[in-house]
């Protein structure tokens, strides 16, 4: 069985602010979302805990790339904050073998560069859900496509 290179793996992307709130948040199919919003919540707590463990190191740095966070039976949810302590989650279907952590972090490259987008945006104000139809069409683009 050979896989084919597929940058659209994603089953849920999130945002979330530095105080542990969603700025954004969505999921395939569109009826998972409340089992993502848990997922993705929980992983906060995972994100934390990876945080304070790097603890200095993080200052050094402009983003951390945490990787893992944790894996399910069904999905894997990876983690990266950024130097402003947002925190971006990946989560896609754990059925998915073929994915390498540097296709994980290009995406969360991608995600960082479109979200900056959006702050530089003057008539975004931070802490607002984000409502970018760029970015909506970026996130689009890593998502699974629902058959």
Known sequence: MHSVHNSKMAVCIAVIAKENYPLYIRS???QNELKFHYTVHTSLDVVEEKISAVGKAMA????LY?????????????GYVTNSKVKFVIV???S???LRDNEIRSMFRKLHNSFTD????PFYNPGD???S????????AMMVQAS
Not at 60 to 63: A, G, H, P, S
Not at 66 to 78: I, Q, S
Not at 118 to 121: A, E, I, L, R
Request: glycine residues 2%; negative net charge.
């Open 28 to 30: 395939v199919p569109v």
């Open 60 to 63: 050094d740095q402009r983003e």
């Open 66 to 78: 945490l990787g893992l966070l944790y894996p399910t039976e069904d999905y894997k949810v990876y």
């Open 92 to 94: 896609v279907d754990s």
């Open 96 to 98: 998915n073998t073929s």
């Open 118 to 121: 959006v702050m530089c945006n």
């Open 129 to 131: 859900t984000i409502q």
């Open 133 to 140: 139809k760029a970015f909506d069409s970026m996130v689009s």
